[in-house]
């Protein structure tokens, strides 16, 4: 399926995006023993930020390994207390007294009840473990992943990003329980075991000893084989996730198109893609562990053979066999949970190395360094601008760009699509850095100026508002978290929304649904109006704010946005006719070799024309001169009207 193919060759750019190759291995190559040293350098990474993340629960964990301990001490007296008991209970079918019995029993049930005990102990410090190192790490990769420039979130869908910081963590934190609550347990069993074993028959032990590394030693190599299939099952899951989410992100889209059963038969062969990765995984899983289970059965039976012999020779009696025979059962339990533990910490592994390859990557932007203008007055100024975006870093969407917006100005930006009207907003909310040139804010470089502090005065209101499912109280309240219930109101009825709002049932107090999906276009746009008058910017960027509404919504919303953009420097990125025309300043943005518009009389100059410095600013003026200039804006204009349209396009 071709828009499959296309999401697989998306996410393995991303994955080159996350890990690009040095370029001088590139041009010579890469030998195999130095990538091997690389993987082994990368483990050890892994394991190291696994370990810091553990650091802060030392306390819980020195109480999950008394516990774990406690636990396996007990487990490992049982045998040998129940060797004890087998013998007494010899001693009394010849001599017909039990007396001997009491004390043997009475240590046994001590054995049992000190056991169940500090498992409940071990458990409850295990869950406490591990759900604060998986909330500290989501809080990490969390914060990391919302910290990234803009750029990032081109490389990686929304889907995948949330299945790193979901199902990759809890599967980590599920693993790590286990390792945490059944791996000490079992390592401790194995130690004490081979301990116990030891004492009980050196002849036996050493026999055993032998055997055992070749019998492991295959299986440790398999482990290796297995974390591969985990990572390509991964790979898989991701693209199911990105092309649900991106389904039901845009389910509308879908209906009005009636794609319903293309996007089920894209999803059906996504989920394929996954069950087919997880039955291989689970194979050779199940390939695992029937090759442990066969191992440590062979040697079960070795050790009964060879233990009969010495039975029968009088080296060791009956009761010691047993009790060295349920210690091997203890051992072949405890290394049986090992080895799944092995094949879930193979999944782990891959889990945290998916997650933690988020981390490593660094924004060019920092968020919060930066110096805070003591009072900012609004004068922007785009001096030899150049910026293409980073997918596409040889199409420049904007050359040698001068503009200047003085404090309190309103300047329109208007032009065909794709002319870099929506970058010059971008570029001003510095959610990108520009390839060239500087844009100055108040005669400081915007570079020198703190990204988290500025975007707290600039108000952005766009063609399609961006609503969280909360309240209308919550969304308007976004643009300025610490506002009363009462300056929400008020910014409600200043944006033209509180009358609307008060024929809701429950009025502020209404869930708006995923995106704002119970609100129309106009109400949508209202609500986002009044979060920008809470917050009461010194900046407003209003892009296409109205572009998308009809007549009478657009009307109520007019009104709203004259309200809020008295005072302020307004940068408007429209197409409607009614919003550009006041305007201090019209800029006609377009591409040279694109525009249908232009003519012979750019050739010219007539004072509102300054190709050469401004790149693809074709025109600047009111809406007055630049009519009577009769230029680009005047075609445009003209063309609008007489196809009895209200847009500049």
Known sequence: ????????????????????PKKEDQERGIESNEIVVQERKEYVTLLGRIMRLIVPEIPALVGVLVTAIGAAATSLMMPVVTGELVNAISMSLTSSEYYGLVIPAQKLLGLFIGNGILTWMHVYLVSLFGENVALRLKSFVFGSIIHQDIEFFEYHKSGELVTRVTSDINEFKSVLKQVVTQGLKALTLT???AIQLVRISP????????????AY????????????LRAAGRFWEEIEVGIASETISNIRAVRAFSAENEEMNLYKSSSEMVALGNIDFGFHMGVFRGLTNLSVGGLVLSVLYFGGNLVSRGDITAGSLMAYM???????????????LMGQTVKALASANRVFELTKIEPKIDQFSGIRLANLDGNV????????YPTRPDQYVLENFDLTINKGEVVALCGQSGSGKSTVGALLERMYEPSGGIIWIDGYPLSKVEPNWFRQQIGMIEQQPILFATTILE??????????DEEVYLAAKMANAFDFISTFPRKFDTIVGEQGITLSGGQKQRIAIARAILRDPKILILDEATSALDSQSEFAVQQALEKLMVGKTVLIIAHRLSTIKNADKIVVMGQPQNSKYLGNELQTTNGLLNKKKSGQIFEIGTHEELMKAKGVYYKMYN???ENKSSTLD
């Open 1 to 20: 399926m071709m828009r499959l193919e296309v999401l697989k060759k998306q996410a393995q750019e991303a994955l080159v995006h996350r890990n690009p």
């Open 191 to 193: 130690i004490g075991t």
């Open 203 to 214: 002849q036996l032990t050493f026999f055993l000893s032998i055997s055992m590394p070749f």
């Open 217 to 228: 030693l295959g299986l440790w190599i398999y482990g290796g084989y297995l974390r591969k």
């Open 326 to 340: 349920m210690s091997v059962q203890q051992s072949q339990k405890a290394l049986d949970s090992l080895g799944v």
């Open 381 to 388: 100024r785009f001096m030899d601008v150049t910026f293409a």
């Open 475 to 484: 969304n308007i309240r976004y643009g300025k978290p610490t506002a009363s």
């Open 639 to 641: 063309q609008a009207t």
